[in-house]
């Protein structure tokens, strides 16, 4: 299964919105380096090591659905108080969610116009071989 950074943004921008925190107090919160947090936050290049460093120092947030979108927000959801994890009410958070859900088509729809485009561009390379 290929990471994406751009969605693993998309997710942890939700993250943070739901837990109202901004770049420097979730720098604080993980001891990670602003810019580190930043260029997560922004969906830039950084180490996958960093990456899990960085989630490691977040007990509360499931790792796997920031990777991966698998699962709930938070670990432990199923239990019986998930609202310990919430400060705005639910209809803000279905709104976000929903948010959060276009973002992450718009993301995989440029991804596969992408895919489309390079696909076009080696046909035409293949054809012009023989020109």
Same mark, same amino acid.
């Given at each position: 299964? &290929? @990471? %994406? !950074?751009?969605? @693993?943004? &998309?997710? !942890? %921008?939700?993250?943070?919105? @739901?837990?109202? !925190?901004?770049v420097y107090q979730l720098s604080v919160m993980t001891q990670t380096p602003p810019a580190m947090v930043g260029c997560i936050v922004q969906g830039e290049e950084y180490c996958m090591d960093d990456l899990l460093a960085f989630l490691k120092q977040l007990p509360d947030l499931n790792s796997r659905w920031v990777i991966y979108g698998e699962g709930n927000v938070f670990k432990g959801e199923g239990d019986a108080h998930p609202e310990a994890h919430l400060k705005k009410d639910r209809t803000a958070y279905l709104s976000e969610m929903q948010n959060l859900l276009h973002q992450l088509e718009e993301i995989e729809k440029h991804q596969q116009e992408q895919t489309h485009l390079d696909q076009l561009r080696n046909r035409i390379r293949e054809l012009t071989k023989h020109i």
């Open positions: 299964m &290929a @990471i %994406n !950074l751009q969605q @693993i943004s &998309a997710r !942890l %921008n939700f993250y943070m919105r @739901i837990k109202e !925190l901004d």
